[in-house]
């Protein structure tokens, strides 16, 4: 079975900077899509980044201060997030497009269980 873990949320000032990183375990043949989601409250979960072979999206919301990349332990994904904002509050999610040993043809999607992002003005 494939497990997220997530990490590297907090509180921060406005101006300041956060990297949230996500490591994926378990019997993982391929990491196919990375993505970052974030969830405000009272707000639905929007997409943030996300990442594939044919290349990286941002929100406009994001765009020029958070950049997706993956780690040189390859199964670790990180959101490095710049010039943060008040209205970056949110829970952070990872998601995953992931290809198993045992199926290493299909990609499934996997979510991290969310880390609280706060910045203060």
């Known amino acids: 079975q494939v497990q997220l873990v997530e990490s590297g949320g907090g509180l921060v000032q406005a101006g300041g900077s956060l990297r949230l990183s996500c490591a994926a375990s378990g019997s993982i043949y391929s990491i196919n899509v990375m993505a970052w989601y974030r969830q405000a409250p009272g707000k639905q979960r929007e997409l943030v980044a996300t990442?594939?072979?044919?290349?990286?999206n941002y929100a406009d919301a994001v765009k020029g201060r958070f950049t997706i990349s993956r780690g040189n332990a390859k199964n670790t994904v990180y959101l490095q997030m710049n010039s943060l904002k008040p209205e970056d509050t949110a829970v952070y999610y990872c998601k995953l497009g992931i290809a198993t040993m045992t199926m290493p043809y299909t990609t499934y999607d996997y979510w991290g269980q969310g880390t609280q992002v706060t910045v203060s003005s």
């Open positions: 990442s594939t072979r044919g290349g990286t």
